[in-house]
Structure formats: C-alpha cells, structure tokens
C-alpha cells in the first residue's frame, strides 16, 4: 500500500521510520518531509495546502494518510482526505480543536470536571488587566489559538502580565490567536507528557516520557520546542497511571463524544503531578515533538496495524506492546534557536550509529546534493537501553559522531529523571 505522512519534523521522521517497518506498507511518501528522510519520497508540498495535499493523495494511489502537525489537523486535512475516501489517523477538525483553542479545552474541562488549573477567559485586554489585579503572581496568560507553541507566558509580576496581555491581545502576535486570552493558575510539581492512541471508545496510553523545553542546561533560558526527552517518566507511577486513567483520560474521551466530537488519533495529555493530583496543562491533537523520537522507539507492536485501527474503530482488537526498555534523544540544535542561527552548512552523519541509536531528522535540506542543516533544531538522536542511565550515555555517545558547524545541544537531558530515580 502506498501511505502518506504530512509534516517535516523529528516527529515525522521517527513516525515514518516505523512505519518503515510494517511488512504492508509498499511506499511512504510524505508532504513535504525534509532532505533527511531517507525511508520516503519528499513531496514538495506544505503542510497547511490542503487543496494541494488532496490533489496529491487522489493521483498517488494513496490508501492511508497519517496528518502530524497541528496546523493541518485544525484546518480539516483529515475531514479533505477523508471525504475522499482514504482512512487517516489523526483527529477531524471537529475534535482537533482540543488543541486550537485553549478556550474550549479550558471550557470542556471545566463542564465535565477534569483536573486543571483555574481560569478565567477574556477577550478584551482591559478585562483581562483589571483581573490580574485581583490574584497573586506568578501569573500564566496563554493565547486562545494555535501559536507554535510560544503562546503562553510565565509572569512573575503584574507589569509582565500587563506586558503579556498587550503583545498578544493588542500587538498580535500570534495574530488572530490572541483575540481572546486565558489567564491560569500558575501550578507547580513534575511534567509527564502522556501520548494515547484513541478511536473514540478506547485510550491506550504509550509509555510516559518527560520533554526539555528551555534552551539551557539546568532548565535555563528560553523555552523552546524540546531539547531532548527521556522515557518511561519516573514521576508517571503506576498510581499516578491509574488517577490519570480514571480522571482525566477516560473522562476526556467521553467528553468529546459528548460533545459530538469524537477524538480518533493520538491524543496528547500535558500534565502536571502537584501536590492535589495529576492536572491537565495542556492537550494537544496530535502526537508530541520530541517526545515521539522516544516513544516509538519502545514500541513493540507493528504502528500500521494500530493506527489503521485507530481509523476503523476497532483498537481494543489490538494487543499494544512496549519494550521493557528505556530511551534518551537529545536534540542537536543550531547555536542561537530559539532565535537567530545560521543554517546551510554540511551536515555529517555516521554510516552506522554506535549503540544502535535513531537519527531522526528534523531541519535539513539538500544543497547540491549535499546534505545541508536547515533549520533550528537539526536532528535528534534516540538511544533504547535496559537502563536510562545507559540509555542517557549512549545517546549523548551517539551523538558525538554527528557533525555540523554551530551545533548546540544541551548537557543535561535525563538528568531530572535520573536524580528522581536516585541515580
Ligand atoms: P503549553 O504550551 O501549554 O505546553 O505550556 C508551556 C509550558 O508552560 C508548560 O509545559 C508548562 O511548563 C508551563 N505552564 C503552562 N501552564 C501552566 C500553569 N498553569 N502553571 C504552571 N506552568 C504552566
Ligand atoms: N513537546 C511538546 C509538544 O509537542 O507540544
């Protein structure tokens, strides 16, 4: 059969590489992918075109589609390809909009009791400042829509959240994302990120891993879209695994069908263990960057045969299987991402990587026909070990054998869940 996976990220990349894997799969083609991607056909052709992604996926033969990214996922890409008759694993627009507006998670989460932090929505600026005067900093203020994953702000003081309501609500910044604003609780304890697999009836949880957001060693400097993850989470606890299941995964599930949006895809659970319980920060539509680069790695069953399943609605039929086995990828950036870095210079990577690991490109580019970075994180490179200890150490090892001038990585990836481990 003939796939085709949209995006051009880590994420893809490890997502097409086990694909790769499945004994039905004849051609992955992916839209518009990266230089980098061997195991696929890059087709130039944006995420967000949907038009042109139809047109493509209606003259390729194309028997099932995996949409990645959030964009095309909120824009309807799976309602198009569906009404086509292709199968796809990823949410319709109907249910992506868990992740597209934070209004309406906040909202859903409110009407069927599902833990997070407390809130209140505006959508005037004036509004918005007059309550920030009536709670006690830290103050967190995040854009209503979509905004590449900048769209919420730590405030330590009244002036910042002044500052934050203004650049979102009256710069626009994220444009129209910030028409409206939800002001939060500022809420402390360890993040576990949590990705499921759902058809809407079932949730299967994969195996719990823990992201790197800030750009610096020790949690410092800005945030970023992850400098590296762990997995399996030592703070996720089998305990706190059945909470989660019983007050948030299943109750999430059933709110949407109650909703008349019935979630079938990967279902991202944000969360944060305080001290009154695991709570949702965050939900996102689709699988999570770089935590899949550490996931999909210890997955042991065939990722066609869940994912098409996924599409059908039959997932309970399917026996998921996880290595007993831990993973580290630490992500090579370009010196200076978050914000400016140079890109363009000649990206080496090792024939055969020691211990095994997975190179997992995510921002490269072919300049005459030499493979060249291109972007601000540059690729991740996962180790699967029996320990993390030894996974954390082969995967940095690993990544001594990639070469590229400005390459910046951070030290301490696996550190935290070491230390809480007691490693
Ligand atoms: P998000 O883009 O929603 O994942 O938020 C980015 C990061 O901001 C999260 O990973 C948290 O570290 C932090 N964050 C978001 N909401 C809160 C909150 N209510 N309290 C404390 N930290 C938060
Ligand atoms: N790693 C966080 C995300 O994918 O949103």
């Not at 095309?72 to 249910?95: K, T």
């Not at 090792?350 to 005459?368: C, F, L, T």
Request: glycine share 10%; hydrophobic share 40%; proline share 6%.
């Amino acid at each position: 059969m003939n796939i085709v996976v949209i995006g051009s990220g880590g994420r893809e990349h490890a997502i097409i590489q086990k694909l790769a894997e499945s004994p039905e799969i004849t051609k992955i083609y992916t839209l518009p992918g990266n230089a980098g991607m061997k195991e696929a056909e890059c087709v130039p052709v944006g995420a967000k075109d949907i038009p042109a992604i139809v047109d493509f996926a209606k003259s390729h033969d194309i028997g099932f589609a995996v949409v990645a990214p959030d964009d095309p996922l909120v824009l309807g890409c799976v309602d198009a390809l569906e009404e086509l008759g292709i199968p796809c694993f990823g949410p319709r627009a109907n249910a992506a909009i868990i992740e597209g507006s934070k209004v309406f998670s906040k909202n859903l989460m409110k009407k069927y009791g599902i833990p997070t932090a407390k809130y209140e929505v505006f959508d005037s600026a004036s509004d918005a400042r007059a309550y920030c005067r009536t709670v006690t900093p830290p103050i967190v203020v995040k854009a209503d829509g979509l905004a590449l994953g900048k769209g919420v702000l730590i405030c330590q003081t009244l002036e910042e959240a002044d500052a934050a309501i203004g650049e979102i609500m009256e710069d626009r910044v994220f444009g129209e994302s910030g028409r409206r604003v939800v002001i939060e609780e500022f809420l402390t304890g360890p993040e576990v990120s949590v990705l499921s697999f759902t058809d809407g009836n079932t949730v299967v949880p994969m195996i719990s891993s823990m992201d790197h957001k800030r750009a610096g060693d020790g949690d410092t400097g800005l945030n970023t879209g992850g400098m590296g993850t762990v997995a399996p989470n030592p703070y996720y606890t089998p305990e706190v695994a059945a909470r989660c299941m019983d007050e948030i995964f299943l109750p999430t599930i059933r709110a949407m069908n109650a909703e008349g949006r019935t979630f079938r895809g990967c279902l991202y659970f944000g969360l944060m263990i305080t001290e009154d319980g695991p709570k949702v920060i965050e939900y996102n539509c689709r699988f999570g960057d770089p935590e899949t680069q550490v996931v999909l790695p210890l997955l042991d069953t065939d990722l066609f045969t869940i994912m098409k399943a996924t599409a059908a609605g039959n997932l309970a039929d399917v026996d998921i299987r996880w290595k007993d086995a831990a993973a580290c990828c630490v992500i090579l950036a370009s010196e200076g991402y978050p914000k400016k870095y140079a890109t363009g210079y000649p990206l080496i990577l090792p024939e055969k990587p020691k211990h095994g690991a997975r190179i997992y490109v995510a921002g490269a580019k072919s300049a005459d026909g030499v493979l060249v970075t291109g972007g601000g994180r540059v690729l991740g490179v996962t180790a699967v070990a029996p320990t993390l200890k030894e996974a954390v150490a082969n995967a940095y090892d690993a990544a001594e054998d990639v070469h590229f001038e400005n390459r910046y990585l951070r030290h301490d990836i696996g550190a935290r869940a070491l230390a809480c481990k007691g490693e």
